[in-house]
């Protein structure tokens, strides 16, 4: 028999993008033949897919890393690379994804219900798609961007209709055993059932499901005894059962007793929201075959009455009583069933990626000691990440790309100055203002030179990163390296 796994903590990761490639057409008597890298296909995606024929998490908690394809490379040619394989995880219903820090992502109810938990990478343009008026042959292509990959927790709630709860070895296995074809594990110690089980039971014209949860004990709401991990699975329940045992020989237990407990443990764990006391509206006293546990029928029936519950007693053993509590929970079903909304007809949504905030912001940078900037923004963190920064000219195309998008004036408004470190999407840069408009010829203000260059990377006035280090070094403070004999001459010039 499977075990039955329902949490698990996932570690997903979607394809990486394909590189888009570099390449210049070469055929016979046509040496002009133009750029024809082909761009890189986007990775595969992590998807969720709701499947009634799975039941457990079990499969997650042997493979805990599901990873999609990665994308193909595009080639020469103009081919494009091909979309890496999407991994779908097949889930049961009632599954809700969320974050370590609880934020739902995902609750996934009904068959073939889908969701992209993980999106994948962009495919990076090949050089083909890069070119234009100004840059007609292009000596780089754009990387593809790496996929999502986060940890994802994964839980499951039972669906059922009517749920079953009270104390270890009340009888609730018995119950599902005698009203549906379940075989559920039953015998007379404590906490026998370790995993919720579910029964189909059919009352006239009826049909509902029936699910039975572990037994509840004080402090179950705060984890005691198997508590909060079985807890979960009544959430869903239109109707709550409690079966009381009312043949308990145990010291300090009674009805009454139970019920008061079972409440309490209700109420801490589904709070207002949930509102779990509210659905308690049936209470079962099983056992009554025992001639001690029939006495007590009366004298239990007029307290539960007083707290509005319906009472049955019944026998799972000799299936006296079952019939009558049957139907009962068939009209609860019924009259719950009735007071949800009418059913929709189900739409398609076709949902395209969102267009990239253009907005971005600039900010000091704290990590560095001479003043620093950093760059927050989809677009520019996203160009930077699909630079190849060995390629002079793929450095000078981003410098383009964030000069058009506004990033060199917002950081001269924000005091930048030439050698300043500027980060954007977690690499920094020395940054080099470009000139003015208009004073340099198009070509020129391009960078262009030949392929793969870019002129203006080794300008004789851009700032080295080693020589912003050796200046750093310069003005470092003696006194911060515990150096004896300074004065105050040996200070910078702004801290005197």
């Not at 262009?448 to 004789?460: E, M, N, V, Y």
């Not at 990163?465 to 310069?474: G, H, S």
Request: contains cysteine; hydrophobic residues 40%.
């Amino acid at each position: 028999m499977a075990a039955f796994v329902d949490r698990v903590v996932v570690h997903v990761a979607a394809g990486n993008g394909g590189h888009g490639v570099a390449s210049i057409h070469r055929e016979k008597f046509k040496p002009l033949g133009g750029p024809d890298g082909g761009n890189g296909g986007d990775g595969g995606d992590v998807v969720l897919e709701v499947d009634p024929s799975v039941h457990t998490l079990l499969d997650f908690h042997h493979r805990p890393h599901q990873k999609a394809g990665n994308g193909r490379p595009g080639e020469g040619g103009n081919r494009n690379g091909g979309r890496g394989e999407d991994r779908v995880l097949r889930v049961p219903a009632g599954t809700v994804v969320s974050t370590p820090d609880g934020r739902v992502i995902a609750d996934l109810v009904g068959a073939g219900t889908r969701v992209v938990l993980a999106r994948g990478g962009r495919g990076g343009l090949g050089n083909a798609a890069l070119a234009n008026a100004r840059r007609k042959a292009p000596g780089f292509a754009l990387l593809g961007e790496p996929g999502e990959a986060f940890d994802a927790v994964i839980e499951l709630k039972s669906i059922a209709d009517v749920g079953l709860v009270g104390f270890p070895s009340a009888g609730k296995s018995s119950l599902i055993a005698a009203m549906s074809s379940a075989r559920p594990k039953i015998a007379d110690y404590p906490f026998t059932t370790l995993v919720p089980n579910l029964g189909v039971i059919r009352s006239g014209d009826t049909v509902y499901t029936m699910a039975d949860v572990p037994g509840l004990i004080p402090g179950a709401s705060t984890g005691k005894g198997l508590g909060v991990q079985f807890l979960r699975h009544v959430e869903r329940c239109a109707v709550l059962v409690h079966v009381v045992d009312m043949a308990t020989m145990e010291p300090g237990r009674d009805p009454e007793s139970d019920i008061e407990a079972l409440e309490h443990e209700l109420a801490e764990y589904g709070g207002d929201e949930l509102d779990l006391v509210g659905r308690l509206r049936i209470a079962v006293l099983n056992k009554i075959d025992v001639p001690d546990a029939r006495e007590l029928v009366d004298l239990v029936r007029a307290t539960l009455d007083q707290r509005g519950l319906a009472v049955h007693p019944v026998s799972a053993a000799t299936g006296e009583g079952l019939r009558e509590f049957g139907f009962a929970l068939a009209a609860a079903v019924e009259e719950h069933r009735a007071s949800l909304p009418a059913m929709e007809p189900a739409r398609v949504t076709v949902t395209p990626r969102a267009v990239d905030d253009s907005g971005f912001t600039v900010e000091r940078d704290t990590e560095f000691d001479t003043g620093g900037f950093v760059v927050h923004g989809v677009r520019p963190e996203r160009w930077v990440r699909q630079t190849d920064f060995s390629n002079d000219e793929a450095v000078g195309f981003l410098a383009d790309r964030l000069n058009r998008l506004g990033v060199e004036e917002a950081l001269a408004k924000a005091g930048a100055v030439t050698g300043d470190a500027v980060t954007i999407g977690g690499v920094t840069f020395d940054w080099v203002p470009s000139l003015p408009a208009g004073t340099l010829t198009a070509e020129e203000s391009a960078g262009l030179g030949g392929r793969g260059t870019d002129s203006r990377i080794d300008a004789p006035h851009r700032v080295r990163a080693q020589e912003r280090l050796a200046a750093k070094r310069a003005r470092r403070v003696p006194y911060e390296l515990g150096e004896p004999g300074w004065t105050e001459d040996d200070l910078p010039e702004e801290l005197r």
